[in-house]
């Protein structure tokens, strides 16, 4: 999260449970049990159940907050971030090219910030065409030509060709709207958390969906100075958060995301955050896999 963007105006969406049967949720429940049927009958996102040969689910991490998830003929971007400019010598991050997608093609985002929302890196990513995919009530325009624009809203899955994608509740540090994303592919199941505090909804979303094979959480507990009056408290999770995150969420693997910057102006980031985060590490809990920008997940 940086402030080069200006605060705009947005009006979420009413959030509803969809567990109750009022103001539409008895037909989001019905459809929420209609997608779990599939995904069942499928294989995704059962616990134990794995795709082999040409539907492996593979991840790469990119820049930043970004990652890849590429299945043989399917490529699909969560907050992928080409931009040098946007955090200009303060990240040490290598950009990692994302003009190479194979086959159908998708971008999710969190939020509409220029590190999360980097308009340059979707042109690129969906240069042959595809589907952007963020939480409604936000808006991202202009969009690139031949991209369809896919406002999703909390907790109704979306079915994004050969990717079930479902936004779920997170917490800015600025107070604007953001999501995090839980995704389906090739027998893994994914979470991606932005750039979030530290919220409520963990137990909620880790009930509602189990067990991950991976979460990919922000870890540099970054506290700006630029909103007055400042407040020294983090506005992104602390490594500690994030494995307390990953730890409710019943996560195989934690793999941190958005930390490294240094020297941005108003900007801070915790000291030592990777080694703050394996000093979090516990027998049973989620092993810490550390990825270098363009270094490709292996499942074990």
Do not use: C
Request: hydrophobic share 40%; proline share 9%.
């Amino acid at each position: 999260m940086i402030r080069d963007q200006p605060d705009r105006p947005v009006s979420p969406p009413r959030e509803a449970d969809p567990r109750s049967p009022s103001a539409g949720g008895l037909n989001r429940r019905m459809f929420l049990k209609s997608s779990a049927a599939a995904a069942i009958s499928l294989g995704l996102g059962v616990p134990g159940v794995r795709a082999t040969g040409a539907d492996t689910l593979r991840v790469q991490r990119l820049a930043w907050a970004g990652i890849r998830l590429q299945l043989a003929n399917a490529t699909l971007f969560i907050d992928p971030l080409i931009d040098p400019t946007i955090w200009d010598s303060a990240l040490a991050d290598p950009m990692v090219a994302v003009d190479d997608a194979v086959g159908d093609s998708y971008v999710l985002v969190t939020h509409r910030h220029p590190d999360h929302y980097d308009a340059t890196a979707v042109a690129a990513a969906l240069r042959n065409g595809g589907t952007l995919a963020h939480a409604a009530g936000t808006s991202f325009h202009p969009l690139p030509a031949d991209v369809r624009e896919r406002p999703s809203p909390p907790w109704e899955p979306q079915l994004l060709g050969d990717f079930t994608a479902t936004p779920v509740p997170a917490v800015d540090g600025y107070g604007d709207q953001q999501v995090s994303w839980v995704v389906w592919a090739g027998g893994r199941r994914i979470f991606h958390g932005g750039d979030t505090m530290w919220h409520g909804n963990w137990w909620r979303i880790g009930r509602q969906f189990g067990r991950f094979d991976a979460v990919f959480l922000p870890i540099n507990g970054a506290r700006f100075s630029w909103r007055k009056p400042s407040s020294d408290e983090s506005a992104v999770l602390t490594p500690e958060q994030a494995m307390s995150a990953a730890t409710i969420l019943g996560a195989k693997y934690l793999v941190p995301i958005h930390y490294g910057v240094s020297g941005a102006e108003g900007y801070a980031e915790v000291n030592d955050a990777l080694g703050r985060l394996r000093r979090a590490v516990t027998p049973d809990g989620p092993q810490v896999r550390i990825l270098q920008p363009g270094e490709w997940l292996d499942w074990g």
